[in-house]
């Protein structure tokens, strides 16, 4: 079951936002939950409990806005999918530093919406992808979602993840083409890198979100430069 919050202080256009949520999951046969919220700092409260799967986030919300609900979101590392459906366009390149999932613009809710849900469904599916993880201390089980890198060391594979690393044998090679189904991208024949971790790509070298900084081989430059294209692009609007 998916857990769903809808946070937006106008009552006629949030109910109208329910129904098209409830009537998009019921075409795809999923089980859901949806709590509604008219304030935003009930809402985070309600998250510091448990955070939904899914958060549709009005942005120009009195008391606190959808935005510095967001960066406390961002900072909390709550894993949670936000949707801003909104209609300041103009904050589109501003939301994307918190890493919303979307950003549908309120009056093309007809047209965005149904392909947001579809798409958000596909990348929770994908998200709970686990790997069993073969390394010297025993078996490891990771969450592909939690992974930041893989760098190659000579017959051995470094795993850095969110909540440390691991070693295990095997090569790069081996896993490049099963994980970019999963959002990674090879940097360097040394580096596979998980595309939602990347801040910024340079000439020659990624910087991560938490500072590390990775190399870039010529060669594959563009490649990754593209595919965090698609992924900061996937934050707006698919169907402008």
Request: hydrophobic share 40%; glycine share 4%; with cysteine.
């Amino acid at each position: 079951m998916y857990h769903i919050f809808i946070c937006d202080d106008e009552k006629r256009f949030t109910e109208v936002l329910e129904k098209r949520v409830e009537t998009c999951l019921k075409e795809q046969g999923q089980s859901y939950e949806i709590q509604i919220f008219y304030n935003g700092i009930e809402m985070f409260q309600a998250m510091q409990k448990k955070a939904p799967e899914i958060l549709l986030l009005d942005i120009d919300m009195p008391e606190i806005s959808g935005m510095e609900l967001a960066e406390q979101i961002f900072s909390s590392n709550m894993n949670t999918n936000v949707i801003f459906v909104t209609n300041r366009d103009d904050l589109v390149f501003q939301a994307i530093h918190y890493q919303p999932f979307r950003f549908i613009r309120k009056e093309k809710l007809d047209q965005e919406l149904d392909e947001a849900i579809c798409h958000v469904i596909n990348k929770l599916e994908k998200d709970e992808k686990m790997w069993e993880v073969q390394t010297k201390n025993g078996t490891e089980i990771l969450a592909l979602k939690n992974i930041l890198y893989i760098e190659s060391c000579k017959h051995y594979l470094r795993i850095r993840h969110v909540d440390g690393e691991c070693e295990m044998r095997g090569k790069i090679s081996n896993l490049e083409k099963w994980m970019s189904n999963y959002g990674f991208v090879q940097t360097h024949r040394s580096y596979l890198v998980n595309v939602r971790y990347m801040k910024m790509v340079r000439a020659n070298e990624v910087e991560l979100d938490n500072g590390e900084i990775l190399s870039v081989s010529r060669d594959k430059a563009q490649e990754v430069k593209k595919k965090q294209m698609i992924y900061l692009r996937s934050f707006a609007y698919a169907n402008s």
